[in-house]
């Protein structure tokens, strides 16, 4: 039974137009993360949670949003997509770091 | 900060033949380092870690990788390939204190031909 679940597998939206991609786990693991991998690149981390305590990359672009609202869920909220958004977003959870248990992420397009 | 340089972006060989793929970290404090495979069309899961004490660590579908602090390196082995071996491998580090930050390098094709 899969324990990290991102829904959609696949999204399509329009440039600029907001879009919300989500993330649930079964495990009941304090910490889960967001990454953003484009074709050939490294996974790139986005931000990650430490329960609620929210850690927010430098580089990570105020385009990019996320809201945890219980241990179970997580939500990546792109306000204004552009072309450079196009990625494969991958979701994670670990309860202490030394595993991370990821979902078969969600690939986004931008048209 | 920490980085993590992987210099093959493919490798590719024929199966039984053993492989290596290379991996070399970068970081002004000590870390843990990971390897994780990646097939098509799926998450990332776990091949093997390093946190501490012996430095030849072993992990699942007999890959072992080892740890070498002077050459800052964990490079990742396999006697003997197999074709369901075909994926992406990511080497990773994380800081030892309590930061869960893990930081991948930009991952090797391994291509394991009949």
């Known amino acids: 039974d899969a324990m990290v679940i991102q829904n959609p597998r696949y999204q399509v939206t329009q440039f600029g137009k907001p879009v919300t991609l989500s993330c649930s786990q079964t495990l009941n693991h304090n910490v889960m993360y967001w990454y953003q991998q484009k074709s050939s690149q490294a996974p790139k981390l986005l931000f990650h949670y430490y329960d609620k305590d929210f850690n927010n990359e430098a580089d990570t672009p105020d385009n990019f949003q996320s809201r945890r609202p219980n241990t179970s869920f997580c939500f990546l909220d792109i306000r204004s997509p552009g072309l450079g958004d196009a990625a494969m977003y991958l979701c994670?959870?670990?309860?202490?770091?030394?595993?991370?248990?990821f979902g078969s992420g969600t690939q986004l397009s931008v048209l | 900060a920490q980085s993590v340089t992987q210099l093959d972006s493919q490798v590719p060989v024929f199966e039984e033949a053993p492989v290596e793929l290379r991996c070399n970290y970068s970081?002004?404090?000590?870390?843990?380092l990971f390897w994780y495979v990646q097939y098509p069309n799926q998450g990332l899961q776990l091949l093997l870690k390093?946190?501490?004490?012996?430095?030849l660590v072993k992990g699942i579908n007999g890959f072992e990788a080892e740890f070498n602090k002077s050459q800052t390196s964990f490079h990742l082995r396999k006697p003997s390939v197999h074709i369901s071996d075909t994926a992406e491998y990511f080497c990773a580090v994380r800081r030892m204190d309590s930061s869960y930050k893990l930081i991948f390098g930009s991952g090797t094709r391994l291509l394991v031909r009949p």
């Open positions: 994670a959870t670990t309860p202490t770091g030394e595993k991370l248990f």
């Open positions: 390093y946190l501490s004490g012996s430095t």
């Open positions: 970081s002004s404090v000590s870390v843990y």
